[in-house]
């Protein structure tokens, strides 16, 4: 059974940081592509935040987070990482790993990965 776990969530202060991973297991991502995505209100989309492809050289971002936010990957670990900076109440949200699956395509679309993990709620108080 394919599990992405997520941890590094918790309350943190405007202008400070956080440092999501997501460990997977029951399966290598080592050759898929790994994302963020967040849902800010309950009931409303999953918006992107960043992927990164299986080598780890080409990293996206959604503009509301670029130059504040880092993804990374550690292929031996099976695991990929959300280094939050400068974060903002907006931030606020309940963040999701996603592993990709079959399906290749735009990385900034939830429809190419097949594999998620439960969320861990991040909260940016002001």
């Known amino acids: 059974q394919v599990q992405l776990v997520e941890s590094g969530g918790g309350l943190v202060q405007a202008g400070g940081s956080l440092r999501l991973s997501c460990a997977a297991s029951g399966r290598t991502f080592s050759s898929s592509a790994m994302g963020w995505f967040r849902r800010q209100v309950p009931g409303k989309e999953r918006e992107f935040v960043a992927?990164?492809?299986?080598?780890?050289?080409?990293?996206y971002y959604a503009d509301s987070v670029k130059g504040r936010f880092t993804i990374s990957r550690d292929n031996a670990k099976n695991t990929v990482y959300l280094q939050m900076n400068s974060l903002k109440p907006d931030d606020t949200a309940v963040y999701y790993c996603a592993g990709q699956g079959s399906l290749g395509g735009s990385y900034y679309s939830d429809r190419i990965y097949d594999y998620w993990g439960q969320g861990t709620q991040v909260t940016v108080s002001s």
């Open positions: 992927a990164i492809s299986w080598t780890g050289d080409n990293r």
